[in-house]
């Protein structure tokens, strides 16, 4: 499985921005798809994730603000940022897992948020 994330960008603080992510190499997405980010200095963290049966779940810093969305029909992991904070600045990395449950086996490139203040 090949992932690919696109949509990252320059934003000022309280927009929004949504980025892409496109599973490609087989029929189906991964069972379980997730967003993380990393900021620079620091360690790379959980953002959202979403499961094949559309059952999602937010770290804390996300809820009410981001929405995590799939399209099975484009493979295609959506993850909608609004009201966006200069602390969102990282590089947001898509991931899947055939697994229902531990560690991603399949991470994107990685795409560039800047929130400016």
């Known amino acids: 499985v090949q992932l690919q994330a696109f949509g990252g960008g320059l934003v000022q603080a309280g927009g929004s921005l949504r980025l892409s992510c496109t599973a490609s190499?087989?029929?189906?997405?991964?069972?379980?798809m997730a967003w993380f980010r990393q900021a620079p200095g620091k360690e790379r963290e959980f953002v959202s994730t979403?499961?094949?049966?559309?059952?999602?779940g937010y770290a804390d810093s996300a809820k009410g603000r981001f929405t995590i969305l799939r399209d099975r029909a484009r493979n295609t992991v959506y993850l909608q940022m609004n009201s966006l904070k200069h602390e969102d600045t990282a590089v947001y990395y898509c991931?899947?897992?055939?697994?229902?449950?531990?560690?991603?086996?399949?991470w994107g490139q990685g795409t560039l948020v800047t929130v400016s203040s």
């Open positions: 991931a899947g897992s055939i697994t229902v449950s531990g560690q991603y086996e399949y």
């Open positions: 190499g087989r029929d189906s997405m991964p069972y379980r």
């Open positions: 979403i499961r094949r049966s559309g059952s999602a």
